[in-house]
């Protein structure tokens, strides 16, 4: 390795180290209550939302292959990864506030689908399962279209009379090292999402939204000591993911 | 006839492929320069790209057919890894073909007895011919292979095309080698600018007499 190279991942390491976990030592204070479940509940809902999101983003990396319309239309996923998170949270929020609004004497249903909305999705366990779900398609949908440059397996399966469901589970498990990939990386992304969670489903009560709330409450400290055992418990799963993945 | 291409069109970009007529009723290469429209010419064939013309095979016109429904099985540059252990996937392909009785003389006739147990760890060549034997228990009309010996060392590769001259099935074969072509075909066709410019066959023994000659290079390493 070259020794300027050397001299910039050294700076570059040190400078995070400094910034993300030495100099905010020094404000360290135990953590409030509830670290721990929403840490675990965090991980469950993004392990559901990464699930959720291989398909799709399997889908839509095809189209992207197939150009015209279709590659159009498949690039709307990263939406989500180019817009600010607020503004999803904000969107999602606008769209499933709308039953509310038209909901007059006449159209029960739409009444009905308010009443739906409100007792189980916005602010409840559904709505943070459709946030981090839809936060996580764009990195399913870029994991899956660079699998597919290099390799034409959709090609070969459909040649060999596969299609529909069938085509898709085939896929999904031929191109395994690219699943892993993109389920691993969609929760890592699900993991760490605010934004969404803080307008369209901040309860239950995520990790990230657990720091904030502790910032917002208990003030530096205890949101350092929660930030800190998040960062531990990151990169402990990203070396594992890592490990896992190169052997 | 196995495979009948006529008046086919098709674009790719600004590349346009024009192929009047092509003929494939046993081991056909198609030779050429990158970008001279080899590969655009199988995925027009195979219906993986739009295209005019029209595109028999085993006398049944599938121009409109998607890939899945055309008994086209084209095997890619780059081998696909099996999607579970070997023999599970060709015996849950075989089962959709009505092909079940037919997975251990395949496995047989290509030599990979000995990976059907295997998921993981294939080598390339390995994977190429597993490949080959998924699409053997599909019951092609027509193989088309697009390079499919491009990633394989030399004995690898002679083994493989030893496989595609023992199938006695009608194959377009793409290659950018042309003593490949010679070793594997019985008829070579030079493509060029999108076109098929000429098909040559039924000389083999001058084909095979050029290829000894490109063989006795490698001999050492044998």
Not at chain 1, 79 to 91: E, I, K, Q
Not at chain 2, 139 to 168: I, Y
Request: with cysteine; hydrophobic share 50%.
């Amino acid at each position: 390795m070259d020794s300027f190279a050397k001299t910039v991942v050294v700076a570059t390491v040190a400078t995070l180290f400094l910034l993300l976990v030495f100099l905010p030592l020094v404000h360290i204070s135990p953590p409030p209550p509830g670290l721990f479940e929403s840490m675990a509940l965090t991980a469950a809902f993004g392990l559901a939302a990464a699930a959720l999101s291989l398909v799709p983003g399997l889908a839509a990396a095809m189209a992207l292959r197939r150009g015209g319309v279709w590659a159009v239309l498949a690039q709307v996923l990263y939406v989500p990864a180019v817009v600010p998170p607020t503004s999803v949270g904000v969107l999602l929020l606008a769209s499933f506030s709308l039953p509310r609004l038209f909901c007059t004497e006449g159209v029960e249903a739409l009444c009905g689908a308010a009443s739906f909305v409100n007792e189980y999705i916005i602010n409840r366990p559904l709505g943070v399962l459709i946030a981090m779900t839809v936060m996580a398609l764009p990195v399913a949908f870029s994991i899956f279209d660079g699998a597919l440059r290099e390799e034409r397996a959709e090609v070969f399966f459909r040649s060999l009379g596969l299609s529909g469901p069938r085509l898709l589970l085939t896929l999904l498990l031929s191109l395994r090292t690219a699943t892993v990939s993109a389920f691993i990386f969609a929760w890592i992304r699900s993991f760490s999402e605010l934004g969404v969670l803080l307008i369209f489903a901040s309860y239950p009560v995520t990790a990230s939204i657990y720091i904030y709330q502790a910032w917002l409450t208990y003030g530096v400290g205890p949101a350092v000591g929660a930030s800190l055992a998040v960062v531990v418990l990151a990169v402990a799963a990203a070396y594992l993911a890592r490990r896992w993945l190169s052997s | 006839m196995a495979l009948l291409v006529e008046n086919l069109t098709a674009r790719r970009g600004v590349f346009t492929l024009r192929v009047e007529r092509l003929e494939v009723n046993s081991v056909v290469a198609v030779v050429g320069r990158n970008g001279s429209g080899k590969t655009t010419l199988l995925d027009a064939i195979a219906g993986v790209i739009k295209a005019e013309g029209r595109v028999e095979a085993c006398g049944r016109d599938v121009s409109r057919l998607p890939p899945e429904r055309r008994r086209l099985a084209y095997v890619q540059s780059v081998p696909v890894d099996p999607p579970t252990r070997v023999e599970k996937f060709l015996r849950a392909l075989a089962k959709i073909h009505g092909t079940e009785a037919e997975v251990e003389a395949v496995a047989e006739r290509l030599g990979i007895k000995p990976l059907l147990t295997r998921r993981t760890g294939l080598s390339t060549g390995q994977k190429q011919l597993v490949n080959l034997a998924a699409a053997l228990l599909t019951r092609p009309c027509t193989f088309l292979m697009d390079e499919p010996t491009s990633h394989l060392d030399w004995l690898n590769k002679k083994a493989f095309n030893d496989v595609v001259k023992a199938l006695g099935m009608p194959v377009l074969y793409v290659t950018h080698d042309p003593f490949e072509a010679m070793y594997v075909a019985d008829v070579i066709c030079v493509m060029e600018g999108g076109r098929v410019l000429r098909c040559v066959g039924g000389q083999r023994e001058e084909l095979e007499q050029v290829y000894r000659v490109a063989e006795s290079f490698w001999s050492p390493l044998r």
